[in-house]
């Protein structure tokens, strides 16, 4: 009986889909980079719309592929909508594609100063990879 093989059949998939707490195989998070938020100076009302933006405040990104002046623009939001600026374009051209190719991305606030007359925001941006 010692060269007899035992077959034992593999469910986990199948008890993958009835709990939550599973972790994702391989599922990992990626910084990137860095920069600051291009643009905040032209927002209207950019200190309310960021009265709530604090350091550890996730934002999120959104390509604008259409924009007129950037065809590889990436916007900074709040999760409410409300638009804080842009990733500035030494950054938004590796961005955007990532985002073009599918690839979740997401930003969290580093820091944040009122200067003279904008509003200096510093976000770290990272890749979610499953």
Known sequence: ?????????NNWLALAGQTKSLPIPFEQTIFLTNCRVAGTEDVDDILIKAKDVEE????VLCRKPTDAADGRAVTVCTKEGALLGYLP????????????????????????????HWLDITIAIEMKEA
């Open 89 to 116: 374009s030494r950054h938004s051209a590796v961005m955007a594609r990532l985002m073009d190719a599918g690839k979740a991305l997401s930003a969290k606030v580093v820091g944040k100063e009122l200067e003279c």
């Open 1 to 9: 009986m010692a060269n007899e093989l035992t077959v034992v059949e």
């Open 56 to 59: 550890g405040t996730e934002l």
